[in-house]
């Protein structure tokens, strides 16, 4: 028993002569590497203070122009995608700030535009470039991108695409306003395909979770439409 004390005790020793000399061979590298540690902190902060902030705040000036345009009485999704002398485009905004929040914005609105104008291909591929955001005005906008992404599909004829984009703004803003007018578009959309059994279980969930929604009612009448 003894023996096996003395043997633990040693081996015990070993190991912290081992750390001891790894740290006395050592030390100097994970001084350095500490330090590099730090330095890569610093110019982290200094990228985001200095750069990214920076950047940040010009593409937000930059966007409201064609915001602007967008959201006149009158708009002229044009003159909001390309800009002109007097103010930029959303296009613009995407090229030159497109990582920035701003510039992620500007590629829904682009697609928003394009689909306005007629143009499905370019208006998917935009609408498709936005990366969701977080909270909960973002999350309105997360909804509002795959709504659309849907209403594409359903202008080039794919269903079954079209109901996914639907589902996923329903997640992505389960809400008494927005997330009805999806599920009923998913039912439409099934129907379309001739999944009647598909659109009612849409229909039904809206009566049964958004009673009291705008949808409720056209959702009654879908669902008899369909159970005939």
């Known amino acids: 028993m003894a023996k096996e004390q003395v043997a633990g005790q040693e081996s015990l020793g070993e190991a912290m002569n081992k750390t001891e000399f790894f740290f006395e061979e050592n030390g100097r590298k994970i001084g350095y590497i500490f330090l590099a540690l730090l330095i890569l902190a610093a110019l982290i902060f200094g990228y985001r203070s200095l750069i990214v902030q920076p950047r940040a705040e010009k593409a937000a000036e930059m966007?409201?122009?064609?915001?602007?345009?967008?959201?006149?009485?009158t708009p002229d999704f044009e003159l909001a995608?390309?800009?002109?002398?007097?103010g930029a485009g959303f296009l613009d905004v995407i090229e030159k700030y497109g990582s920035t929040p701003s510039g992620n914005l500007a590629?829904?609105?682009?697609?928003?535009?394009?689909?306005?104008?007629?143009?499905?291909?370019?208006?998917?591929k935009y609408l498709a470039m936005y990366s969701t955001v977080k909270g909960v005005?973002?999350?309105?906008v997360n909804a509002q991108n795959y709504g659309l992404q849907g209403d594409v599909a359903v202008e080039q004829g794919n269903y079954a695409a079209a109901v996914k984009f639907y589902e996923k703004a329903v997640a992505?803003?389960?809400?008494?306003?927005?997330?009805?007018?999806y599920l009923?578009?998913?039912?439409?959309?099934?129907?379309?395909?001739?999944?009647?059994?598909?659109?009612?279980?849409?229909?039904?969930?809206?009566?049964?979770?958004?009673?009291?929604?705008?949808?409720?009612?056209?959702?009654e009448k879908l669902l008899g439409s369909v159970q005939k």
């Open 63 to 73: 966007i409201a122009e064609a915001q602007y345009r967008f959201e006149a009485t």
């Open 81 to 86: 995608l390309v800009g002109d002398e007097n």
């Open 107 to 124: 590629k829904h609105y682009a697609g928003i535009c394009y689909l306005r104008q007629g143009d499905l291909e370019n208006a998917a």
């Open 137 to 140: 005005p973002g999350a309105l």
């Open 172 to 181: 992505a803003a389960d809400n008494n306003l927005t997330a009805p007018q």
């Open 184 to 219: 009923r578009k998913a039912g439409l959309a099934e129907q379309a395909q001739g999944n009647a059994e598909r659109a009612a279980e849409f229909y039904q969930r809206i009566l049964t979770s958004y009673p009291a929604s705008m949808d409720a009612r056209e959702a």
